[in-house]
């Protein structure tokens, strides 16, 4: 049996647990590894968050930075970032005030931004930990937070040392991660954690963590997963020695999540909202 949260976001309690809810991706950013510039208009955007919302999101997830391996050779500055999240949030919120909006940003100015313009919940996949304020920044505003685990920098992943074993070390650092937040002040119900797929974990490390991701529950947080689109989907659907094309992962990323879900994952962030909704529905019904 999966287990259920109140999850706290401050202007609202959202149930976690009793169905699975899904986190959609809109990357406002040129260079995503999954869907580089096609929504860094504005009005682009808003309309293809209306329409993942339509198909069934619960939560629009809003980045304005690009956390892919390599990304940070030029680094978005907070102004930069603000330009392209800022107005996506508010068209968002004046179109669709019901859903409610994550802004994925390591930095505690571009939260508090975000938040005043109407995001509920903060993603951070640094965990607060490359932003110092971040913590202190969420716990005064009193919204829902998500803190992702990552080994390093994106500028560093490729040359990182195996982690031994990687679910004792995810387990290990977001205890540590959350236990911080608590000690800045950040409420517990007000958390969430994720495990970080292919965040500075190498191929063959993703693998052990889907695998044995309901020990990540004995941290006592609601867990979010992201697995849609990554690479090692991808080179798990090889053929030919060649990694699966990001088209071509979609069925894989339906099972992955599947599985995840079967392990006890509260929530999927996802960019393919229409599959992965039946998906969450088949293995709720079955979990």
Same mark, same amino acid.
């Given at each position: 049996?999966?287990?259920?949260?109140?999850?706290?976001?401050?202007?609202?309690?959202?149930?976690?647990?009793?169905?699975?809810?899904?986190?959609?991706?809109?990357?406002?950013?040129?260079?995503?590894?999954?869907?580089? +510039?096609?929504?860094?208009?504005?009005?682009?955007?808003?309309?293809?968050?209306?329409?993942?919302?339509?198909?069934?999101?619960?939560?629009?997830?809003?980045?304005?930075?690009?956390?892919?391996?390599?990304?940070?050779?030029?680094?978005?500055?907070?102004?930069?970032?603000?330009?392209?999240?800022?107005?996506?949030?508010?068209?968002?919120?004046?179109?669709?005030?019901?859903?409610?909006?994550?802004?994925?940003?390591?930095?505690?100015?571009?939260?508090?931004?975000?938040?005043?313009?109407?995001?509920?919940?903060?993603?951070?996949?640094?965990?607060?930990?490359?932003?110092?304020?971040?913590?202190?920044?969420?716990?005064?505003?009193?919204?829902?937070?998500?803190?992702?685990?990552?080994?390093?920098?994106?500028?560093?992943?490729?040359?990182?040392?195996?982690?031994?074993?990687?679910?004792?070390?995810?387990?290990?650092?977001?205890?540590?991660?959350?236990?911080?937040?608590?000690?800045? +002040?950040?409420?517990?119900?007000?958390?969430?954690?994720?495990?970080?797929?292919?965040?500075?974990?190498?191929?063959?490390?993703?693998?052990?963590?889907?695998?044995?991701?309901?020990?990540?529950?004995?941290?006592?947080?609601?867990?979010?997963?992201?697995?849609?689109?990554?690479?090692?989907?991808?080179?798990?659907?090889?053929?030919?020695?060649?990694?699966?094309?990001?088209?071509?992962?979609?069925?894989?990323?339906?099972?992955?999540?599947?599985?995840?879900?079967?392990?006890?994952?509260?929530?999927?962030?996802?960019?393919?909202?229409?599959?992965?909704?039946?998906?969450?529905?088949?293995?709720?019904?079955?979990?």
């Amino acid at each position: 049996m999966r287990p259920v949260f109140e999850w706290n976001i401050g202007s609202r309690v959202l149930t976690l647990g009793k169905r699975t809810l899904l986190m959609a991706v809109v990357n406002v950013t040129p260079d995503s590894f999954s869907d580089a +510039g096609q929504y860094l208009d504005p009005e682009k955007a808003i309309e293809h968050a209306l329409k993942l919302a339509e198909e069934g999101a619960d939560i629009i997830d809003i980045g304005g930075e690009s956390t892919r391996p390599g990304s940070k050779t030029i680094p978005v500055t907070e102004g930069v970032e603000l330009e392209r999240v800022l107005p996506v949030i508010r068209g968002l919120k004046s179109k669709k005030p019901g859903i409610p909006i994550s802004i994925d940003t390591y930095k505690a100015s571009v939260a508090r931004a975000a938040f005043e313009a109407g995001a509920e919940v903060v993603n951070d996949v640094s965990g607060f930990r490359w932003d110092k304020q971040m913590a202190k920044t969420v716990a005064g505003l009193k919204c829902g937070a998500i803190l992702m685990h990552s080994r390093g920098r994106p500028e560093e992943w490729r040359n990182l040392p195996p982690a031994g074993d990687i679910v004792t070390l995810v387990k290990r650092e977001l205890r540590e991660w959350t236990d911080a937040a608590t000690l800045a +002040g950040v409420k517990r119900e007000r958390m969430m954690i994720d495990p970080g797929f292919g965040f500075g974990k190498n191929f063959e490390e993703n693998y052990p963590l889907l695998r044995r991701l309901e020990e990540l529950h004995q941290l006592r947080y609601p867990l979010t997963v992201g697995v849609s689109r990554k690479s090692f989907i991808g080179r798990m659907l090889a053929r030919g020695g060649v990694d699966a094309s990001l088209p071509d992962r979609q069925f894989g990323n339906v099972a992955a999540e599947v599985a995840a879900i079967m392990k006890g994952a509260q929530v999927i962030r996802t960019h393919d909202v229409r599959a992965s909704l039946d998906a969450a529905r088949v293995a709720d019904i079955a979990g």
